[in-house]
């Protein structure tokens, strides 16, 4: 079973920046597609960026683009994703996973962008 640990997130004004970071638990991340997804308060799961095994194709949702930075250590086994100049609408609890979401949840992080 592959441990999917998300941290970074907190309490950030609007405007500002957080880099979360998403910890994987197996050799074969870097073979992984791997995708950051958010879910606010009432609303489902939702893409936000992803990534490809060699970083050198990456996607984003319309709304972070210019604004959000997805990245891969994969030696160290490691996701992240840079969000600068945030917004409110920003405010959810994101996950990371492969880009199918082939592996269980993880408990997410917490991002709560304040006016």
């Known amino acids: 079973q592959v441990q999917l640990v998300e941290f970074g997130g907190g309490l950030v004004q609007a405007g500002g920046s957080l880099r979360l970071s998403c910890a994987v638990s197996?050799?074969?991340?870097?073979?992984?597609?791997m995708a950051w997804f958010r879910q606010a308060p009432g609303k489902e799961r939702e893409f936000v960026a992803s990534i490809s095994r060699s970083g050198s194709q990456i996607s984003y949702k319309d709304s972070v683009k210019g604004r959000f930075t997805i990245s891969r250590d994969n030696a160290k086994k490691m996701l992240y994703l840079q969000m600068n100049s945030v917004e409110p609408e920003d405010t959810a609890v994101y996950y990371c996973?492969?880009?199918?979401?082939?592996?269980?949840w993880g408990q997410g992080t917490q991002v709560t962008v304040s006016s």
């Open positions: 197996t050799p074969a991340f870097g073979a992984w597609v």
């Open positions: 996973n492969t880009a199918s979401s082939t592996q269980p």
